[in-house]
Nanobody
Framework: QVQLVESGGGAVQAGDSLRLSCAAS????????MGWFRQGLGNDREFLAT????????YSADSVKDRFTISRDNAKHVIYLQINSLNPEDTAVYYC?????????????????WGLGTQGTVSS
């Protein structure tokens, strides 16, 4: 059984940074592609970034690539999302997801497992 637990969200000011973590457990998870998504109130779930199993290849959405960085530590079974220069439009629930194959995936339906999310709230 795969479990993903996000943490690191909170209430911050515009211009601050957040480092989100996703603690992952499950068989051969280190071989899977992992991703981060977010969903603001009234919005669709939005792809943010993805990382391959080895951590050697990452891809971020154009809208966030200058401020968001995905990484993973397979020894600790944790996936990270570093978010810099936060603004109120970044307010959302942030989700970690696992894609049960080694190929890249940027669409939500391609991901097989999801965490419950962590709320990030940015005030101006």
């Amino acid at each position: 059984q795969v479990q993903l637990v996000e943490s690191g969200g909170g209430a911050v000011q515009a211009g601050d940074s957040l480092r989100l973590s996703c603690a992952a457990s499950g068989p051969t998870l280190s071989a899977w592609v992992m991703g981060w998504f977010r969903q603001g109130l009234g919005n669709d779930r939005e792809f943010l970034a993805t990382v391959t199993g080895s951590g050697g290849t990452t891809y971020s959405a154009d809208s966030v690539k200058d401020r968001f960085t995905i990484s993973r530590d397979n020894a600790k079974h944790v996936i990270y999302l570093q978010i810099n220069s936060l603004n109120p439009e970044d307010t959302a629930v942030y989700y970690c997801a696992a894609h049960q194959f080694s190929t890249a995936a940027i669409l939500a339906y391609q991901y097989h497992w999801w965490g419950l999310g962590t709320q990030g709230t940015v005030s101006s």
